[in-house]
């Protein structure tokens, strides 16, 4: 069950199509005051153009869709101390959209953020999504998780829209299993 105090996660799939009416259903509630997440796979631009990444996809947010509301990027790979002003600034409000990698996945509490958006959402696995979708619902205001993916795979999009329809986390795991097997202890299958 939810934790005290948690909200409700209205959970959505859509393929890039939907960007530009994202962009402007996430300017429209940051400036209502609300706060989001994006996730993205990659840290910086690299052989994959397929796939989206934090630095690039912040920029682009500043250039492009966001002009004057207050976006910075995180990912692993920053110094601690970075990290800890960036995260810092978006629990005091100063960070509106936070553009980051999965460090963000688990120790971050910031109840003003109401939308968590994932770039590339199929490159993730059933219990990260829900652990990143854990990071929204956690104030008194309606939270939304957006999953972005252009994935054709009818499996790949089974599995994301079976995210869309239960918060269990127990259930997430449970489906997970059933479809991708526990895995390989001492091979090199998940990695």
Known sequence: ELPPGRQKISTHLVDGSYHDRMYSYLREECLKGAQAYVVCPLVEEGDNDELRSAVEY??????????????????GKMKAKEKEEILRDFADGKTQVLVSTTVVEVGVDVPNATIMIIENADRFGLSQLHQLRG?????????????????????VKERLRFLCH??????????DLE?????????????
């Not at 619902?137 to 499996?155: F, H, K, M, T, W």
């Not at 239960?166 to 489906?175: E, I, L, M, N």
């Not at 479809?179 to 990695?191: E, K, T, Y």
């Open 166 to 175: 239960t918060s269990d986390g127990f259930a997430v795991a449970k489906y």
């Open 135 to 155: 990071r929204v619902g956690r104030g008194a205001a309606d939270s939304c998780c957006i999953l972005i993916s252009d994935n054709e795979n009818d499996a």
């Open 179 to 191: 479809n991708r097997g526990p895995g390989d202890f001492f091979g090199s299958a998940q990695h």
């Open 58 to 75: 912040a920029d682009r947010l500043c250039r492009e869709h966001l002009n004057g509301i207050s976006v910075r990027y995180l990912h």
